[in-house]
């Protein structure tokens, strides 16, 4: 049973690395993004990717995101979150890769319980990322219900859940 | 039931993404490394990080190899190799953050396969790491017979850091 549009997006713990301006390549102590108390009273873009690093998700969807920001910004998004199964040490290093500094959150479900708890998690062992992975999606969240979601039907492809499309939907 | 010397080196699969010298910033396609048929006849230096990217294992661990590879193939080693829990784009990406080219190639055991045979694999999902870890050690393969085994107890690199096994070449 997955997430729908309506409903209330569920609470769970996500680890990150925080943006320090004044040492963009340490890696600080994680924090815990809670997706019921840091999304009270905001408007939050929360897209998944099946894995930091792997060709689609570094080429097309990450940096669309990235590219966007002001836009998403400008149009009421408070909060950027990008997820997916690796750690949150792996997603520190994909976004200091990608350039993202403070302007996504690159939040970690190594444990699988975002996926678990909005039904949005795939099973890539056969192509050797592991059998609990997110699938790709995006998200909109308004004061912590579900306003707008999309799953591509192909995680290996970047159509409905790319900034753009998020873009018009808000 | 944990691997020791003595033992056959088990059978896995595992993955990683080649290094293509012509191509060197390319994300190839992923190619798979069955044990068996990559290290048979071979004398290969296997360690294991817990996580790729972490402070431990970018800081003290893998550092230690990339210094020492030419040294241990310099002993006899024909393959130095590097797994972990991460997936293989991950393993990629961090080789090549240590300009490793195919000097170490770096391995993905995502699924646990290799963690389960050996007997090496830990929960970390107190860490919010996942359920699927593979402990810290390095273990030298002569012709699929494990020679040495050397798994961290804590914290820290001592029997499964690049001047042990050295030792043991």
Redesign the interface.
Known sequence: MSIKVGDEFPQVQ??YVPYDAAAPNA?KG?ELLDTKKDFVGKKVVLFGVP?????TC?VAHLPSYVSKVDELKAKGVDLIVCVS??????M???GK?EKVADKIIMA?D???DLGRATGLSIDL?K??????RLTRFAAIIDNGKVAHLDVESDPTEVTVTGADSILSAL | MTIKVGDIFPDTVL?YVPYDAKNPEA?GL?Q?LKTHAAFKGKKVVLFAVP?????TCSEEHMPGYVQSVGEMKSKGADIVACVA??????M???GK?YNVKDDILML?D???DLGSALGLVND??AR?????RLARFAIIIDDLKVVYVGVEPAPGVTVSGAPAVIAKL
Request: with cysteine.
């Open positions: 996500l680890k890696c994680p894995g930091a690093f792997s060709p570094s199964g690796n750690d949150f040490f792996v520190d290093a994909w890769q970690g190594a444990n699988g062992s192509v050797g990322l592991g059998a609990v | 993955t994300c992923p798979q996580g790729a990217f972490t402070p829990s991460n997936d293989q784009f991950v990629h990406a961090w953050s993905s995502a699924n646990g970390g999902t919010r790491m996942g359920p699927i």
